[in-house]
């Protein structure tokens, strides 16, 4: 398709241990577009950051190694790159924002000078003039009294202003895709929203693209063009936003939609969490992966893999059942009866 940024096809990062091999992502494709926001969503443990890191070439090999599959940027393979190649456009062309900003920044020097890195180092400015660009990406990003916070350790800073300068030194160099891992993690409601309106400005006057990567399908709503599901490292859903919000094909989907909480405060806002626990990637389970926790189970998905079909308009699901007409979600039952 004209115009993509960056396609990942069936790609396959599976880890070889003492155990077993854990099929971490076990084949997820999805397309990017400049100036698109793609949600990825699933509970943890699906796959999703492994498949960022994957893309990233930031998995050890061994014990990882990638059985299958392609990454490419802006045409160009990521897989099959020098290291020299990925490490000019790692933090440069694909920024990431990672989990936890605390771990991610180092602690034993200043902020502004860890914002000012990749500058130096990508760019070719002189220190003077990376600090500089520094104070402005800090100011940028709402951090106030820039120029004094930016010679502060990040032990200094709160949650939220960590996640901001996080934000600052990813989009320092100006990238064409960022990849946001869980950005608004551990932080209060406000500072969440406040996170997710800043993302969403700087995306419209800088043009780049972003992967919102989440658990939380409320996070994506509003923000996001597309929307991928994630399941035992597979991609079980994709589709647009509206697509995957009101007409869901899969029964994960319905699950993680259950589970949102609502403004409804009658009887049929009660929560109605998934069952069970998702599978261990060394073991998964045969046939489709969420048969041990679907309530609409048949005896085929026990024995059948489903593969991603199209519903028509782009809309993706790997449900056996996704195209049959009568196979729709039916009220939900929080007593743990079939629903």
């Not at 004209?2 to 069936?10: C, F, P, R, T, W």
């Not at 993302?199 to 919102?212: D, F, H, N, P, V």
């Not at 199209?310 to 056996?320: P, V």
């Amino acid at each position: 398709m004209a115009g993509e940024l960056l396609k990942v096809d069936d790609l396959k990062m599976h880890f070889h241990t003492r155990d077993g091999v854990v099929k971490a992502v076990d084949g997820v494709s999805y397309t990017l577009n400049p100036g698109e926001t793609l949600g990825v969503v699933g509970e943890s443990g699906s796959g999703k950051s492994v498949t960022a890191l994957t893309m990233m070439r930031l998995i050890p090999m061994p014990p990882g190694k990638i059985e299958g599959g392609e990454v490419l940027f802006k045409g160009e393979s990521m897989l099959t790159m020098k290291e020299e190649q990925v490490r000019d456009i790692r933090g440069n062309r694909i920024a990431m924002i990672f989990q936890d900003p605390m771990t991610s920044l180092n602690p034993v020097y200043r902020i502004g000078h860890q914002i000012a890195e990749p500058l130096i180092t990508h760019k070719g400015m002189s220190k003077k003039e990376a600090h500089a660009r520094a104070v402005e990406l800090l100011e940028m990003v709402g951090i106030p009294n820039a120029a004094s916070r930016a010679r502060d350790y990040p032990h200094q800073f709160s949650g939220g202003m960590r996640q901001r300068a996080m934000i600052a030194m990813a989009l320092s160099c100006d990238p064409d895709v960022l990849i946001a891992d869980e950005p608004t993690t551990a932080l209060d409601v406000t500072i969440q929203a406040q996170i997710l309106e800043l993302m969403q400005a700087l995306q419209k006057r800088t043009g780049t693209a972003i992967i919102m990567i989440t658990h939380d399908l409320g996070v994506v709503a509003d923000i996001a063009n597309n929307i991928l599901v994630m399941y035992a490292g597979r991609a079980v859903e994709y589709g647009s936003t509206d697509q995957v919000f009101y007409e869901p094909s899969h029964p994960y989907t319905w699950g993680l939609m259950d589970s949102l909480p609502t403004h409804d405060l009658t009887e049929k806002s009660t929560l109605c969490p998934i069952e069970g626990q998702p599978p261990s990637l060394l073991n998964v389970p045969s046939g489709c992966p969420f048969n041990p926790r679907c309530p609409y189970v048949k005896e085929e998905c026990r024995t059948t893999v489903p593969e991603l079909r199209d519903l028509g308009d782009g809309h993706l699901s790997a449900c056996l059942f996704a195209a049959d007409p009568d196979f729709k979600r039916s009220a939900a039952d929080c007593a743990g009866v079939t629903r």
